[in-house]
């Protein structure tokens, strides 16, 4: 059962312009939120994390939203540049154990 | 500072063998968790452990167990190989247990023939 969702397995953005990258979960018990951007042969490395007591965080290019209501997440990078392509994936965690979400591909075009 | 740490960075074995996987945590980590990427898939949980004892167990068969060392270091041990154990496997470590920022390590890529 797949309680983190990134229905969409793919991305791209013209250089310059917001990348929104969208995250679904259905566990309500899940408090606390985080993206990861993965490139080939690496681990994820940590991007930006956010707890369910907030709706917004910033972080220089890029910010994280919460809407817990429904239950969904997004990323936006702004301006998006060639260096941020790669699989991104948010995860999700209650307690002990952090869910991933299968991963978006982002393509930043120069 | 040196970051998460694996070894070996690539692994083959056959079917029926046995494996051992090693990670080093972050420098101040006490916590290594354990997690299984297959390929298009994101990253599957495994195991978490904080101060050298399992905190959190995901949904694997008892093939798979781990430890961790006095040092925080730990060992993934997998038994009798399938070849859907073929996997990145990846560790990340974190300060404390439980809802914590994980930081991983590059992987050791399994390959089951």
């Known amino acids: 059962d797949q309680q983190v969702k990134q229905n969409s397995p793919s991305l791209s953005v013209q250089e310059g312009r917001i990348s929104i990258l969208n995250c679904d979960y259905t566990?309500?018990?899940?408090?606390?939120f985080l993206w990861y951007k993965k490139y080939p042969a690496e681990g994820p490395t940590f991007l930006i994390s956010?707890?369910?007591?907030?709706d917004k965080n910033e972080d220089g290019r890029f910010t994280v939203f919460l809407n817990k209501s429904a239950k969904h997440l997004s990323l936006h990078i702004v301006p998006s540049q060639p260096g941020d392509s790669a699989v991104y994936f948010c995860?999700?965690?209650?307690?002990?154990?952090?869910?991933f979400g299968t991963g978006t591909s982002l393509t930043v075009i120069p | 500072d040196a970051g998460v740490t694996q070894s070996p960075t690539h692994l083959i074995k056959t079917r029926g063998q046995h494996v051992t996987l090693r990670c080093s945590p972050i420098?101040?980590?006490?916590?290594v968790s354990w997690y299984q990427q297959v390929l298009g898939q994101g990253p599957q949980f495994i195991f978490q452990?904080?101060?050298?004892?399992?905190?959190g167990r995901g949904n694997f068969p008892d093939r798979f167990s781990a430890r961790q060392f006095p040092n925080y270091s730990s060992e993934l041990n997998v038994n009798a190989l399938l070849l859907g154990d073929s996997a990145l496997y990846l560790c990340?470590?974190?300060?404390?247990?439980?809802?914590?920022?994980?930081?991983f390590g590059p992987g050791t890529r399994l390959t089951v023939l």
């Open positions: 995860a999700a965690s209650a307690g002990n154990q952090f869910y």
């Open positions: 420098s101040g980590h006490k916590s």
């Open positions: 566990n309500s018990m899940f408090d606390y």
């Open positions: 990340a470590s974190g300060i404390g247990a439980g809802t914590d920022t994980q930081y």
């Open positions: 452990y904080y101060e050298k004892e399992e905190r």
């Open positions: 956010i707890s369910s007591i907030k």
